[in-house]
């Protein structure tokens, strides 16, 4: 099955600076790859997702890149703030109905 | 705007017992699921659930776990016989579409095993 290696597991940046994460996943059927925010005390909450016919997505300051036949993804934050702090999951979805989320990465972000 | 809500927030049951979690998803959703989180661990896949069927089921789902809708509205998870390593933060989820669509997660129930 499907199985998603996420580092690092810690990161942390001063705020303004950029943040990336990466992650790896092993099922090549895999299509869709969601990245996700969890709060403390709070469920995981969906920042954004790439699917497999695109390289990359930007979304004002967060931005995803995929490289298919690497099968790794990643997420860039950048300016971050300390709002951004949390840990964050990337995740993947083959052709059937399982969402499986890497072991996270938790972010602090300096003021 | 439109959550999925969960109940309890937090059991604590001994071990042995069964335990009801219970989850509301929100209403135009088709498809639900259950995750758990071992205290600051990854988020695990449990079941997905579709059409009054079980859709897929991870190696931790075993006997000792079931899934029903009983109504139009209800989503819950039984644990049958409570393990101490059962204790956990247990997250349902819901989504309209199916694949790629987007999982909507509760806050969270969780689970104390003592």
């Not at chain 1, 059927?29 to 954004?48: D, H, R, V």
């Not at chain 2, 009054?52 to 644990?79: A, Y």
Request: proline share 4%; glycine share 6%.
């Amino acid at each position: 099955g499907e199985n998603v290696e996420q580092h690092p597991s810690t990161l942390s940046v001063q705020e303004g600076d950029s943040a990336v994460i990466k992650c790896t996943y092993s099922d090549s059927a895999s299509n869709y790859f969601p990245w996700y925010k969890q709060e403390l005390g709070k469920g995981p909450q969906l920042i954004i997702d790439i699917r497999s016919n695109v390289g990359e997505k930007k979304d004002q300051r967060i931005a995803v890149t995929l490289n298919k036949t690497a099968k790794h993804f990643s997420l860039h934050i950048t300016e971050t703030q300390p709002e951004d702090s949390a840990v964050y999951f990337c995740a993947a979805e083959a052709s059937y109905d399982k969402v499986i989320f890497g072991p996270g990465t938790s972010l602090s972000v300096i003021p | 705007e439109p959550e999925v809500t969960q109940t309890p927030s937090h059991q604590v049951t001994q071990m042995g017992q069964e335990v009801i979690l219970r989850c509301v998803p929100i209403s135009n959703h088709l498809y639900f699921y259950w995750y758990r989180q071992i205290l600051g661990q990854k988020v695990e896949f449990l079941v997905s659930f579709y059409n009054n069927e079980i859709s897929e089921k991870s190696e931790i789902f075993d006997d000792q776990f079931s899934v029903e809708r009983p109504d139009g509205s209800n989503f819950t998870l039984k644990i049958r016989s409570t393990k101490l390593e059962d204790s956990a933060m247990y997250f349902c989820a819901s989504r309209r579409q199916g694949y790629t669509g987007e999982l909507f997660f509760g806050e969270g129930s969780r689970l104390t095993v003592l």
